[in-house]
């Protein structure tokens, strides 16, 4: 969604104390505003249809309902995605599974507990931005299971991005430059429905399950 001059923040965390230290950092930072929390999935999902924050930051693993499931209930509503609330993950776990469900869930960005104050408000400031991120390690794991899953014994280093057309590479480029699909339409002179045709063959050709896949993938490859 469009930034406005203050991004506002619903933090969702199980344990209160990280929940008050991660309210305090955003505090703390000029621009942004931490304006609701909540302690597990099902209140994340309440708050947030109430608040229409512009970034949900959010933790995958709590009780009751876990972060996953809110993931996929506030998709359901139609409230995340853009021009709504864009949610960033957060886990103190890097587990695979989490991030392959968290990013085809709709999740912005997919963040470490132990990554810095500054990534951690950066992520905050893209996500409103409407970019995608992901910490450094995540980015990692996920380029790495990409190129295992479509690696054979006796292949060398792939280019997954080999079988793209010139249209679909310049399309993957803007992915990657953090461009949303109004904006790829603007600077590419076509239809939002091509740009969307286009979007959907890159996935489908580079197996990433999210744009946010892509996005690092194309980072890795063209870097």
Not at 4 to 10: A, F, Y
Not at 90 to 99: A, N, R
Not at 175 to 191: C, K, M, Q, T
């Amino acid at each position: 969604m469009p930034v406005t001059e203050q991004i506002s923040v619903l933090v969702v965390d199980d344990e209160p104390v990280i929940r008050a230290g991660l309210s305090a950092i955003l505090d703390s930072q000029a621009g942004i505003t931490v304006t609701g929390t909540a302690d597990d999935g099902e209140n994340a999902v309440e708050v947030c249809a109430r608040l229409r924050p512009d970034v949900l930051l959010m933790d995958v693993r709590m009780p009751r309902r876990d972060g996953l499931w809110a993931l996929t209930e506030l998709q359901r509503r139609g409230l995340t995605g853009p021009g709504r609330t864009r949610v960033l993950m957060l886990t103190t776990f890097d587990l695979d599974e989490y991030v392959d469900d968290a990013l085809a869930a709709g999740a912005s960005g997919f963040l470490l507990k132990n990554s810095s104050y500054e990534e951690l408000t950066g992520a905050v400031r893209a996500a409103a931005a409407g970019h995608s991120t992901l910490s450094p390690a995540v980015t990692h794991r996920i380029i790495e299971g990409h190129l295992r899953g479509r690696r054979r014994p006796g292949d060398h280093e792939p280019d997954p991005l080999r079988t793209l057309t010139e249209r679909e590479a310049d399309v993957l480029r803007l992915i990657r430059d953090g461009l949303s699909n109004a904006e790829i339409a603007d600077r590419l002179v076509v239809s939002l429905h091509t740009v969307k045709t286009h979007v959907s063959r890159v996935l489908t050709k580079t197996g990433c399950r999210s744009r946010a896949q892509a996005a690092v993938l194309a980072r890795n490859v063209w870097s």
